[in-house]
């Protein structure tokens, strides 16, 4: 009787495993190029909305800096948007107390409070 209750249990637990992942899709979502490529042909202000990881993301294309090495970021830091107001010509940038090089391009922006 005990076996079948932890068989049960255990082939339950292994069904219902891939539910504990659910909500992965938000972990993280920073993605430069996909950032870039969706304000392609764009102005700064354009509404955009374009689907990623099975999420609708709406937002607009405006300036902000682009690292080469995207690993370590989150896409909500400050620096990102502050460096292209300064220097639109930008190619270094310190963020997360860390110097990374890249560029100042058009790039979707979630919708932030100012």
Excluded: H
């Excluded at 292994?14 to 992942?21: I, K, R, Y």
């Excluded at 950032?35 to 709406?58: D, L």
């Excluded at 990102?80 to 190619?91: G, I, Q, W």
């Amino acid at each position: 009787m005990n076996n079948k209750i932890l068989l049960s249990a255990l082939l339950c637990g292994l069904c219902l495993s891939p539910l504990a992942q659910a909500n992965d899709k938000v972990d993280r979502v920073y993605n430069a190029q996909t950032y870039q490529k969706v304000c392609k042909g764009k102005t700064q202000g354009a509404q955009v909305s374009f689907a990623y990881r099975g999420i609708i993301w709406n937002g607009t294309c405006e300036p902000q800096f682009f690292p080469q090495q995207s690993s370590s970021i989150m896409g909500n830091e400050a620096e990102l948007f502050s460096t292209c107001d300064a220097d639109v010509n930008a190619t270094r940038a310190t963020i997360n107390g860390a110097e990374m090089s890249g560029k100042c391009a058009l790039g979707f922006t979630p919708p932030r409070p100012r």
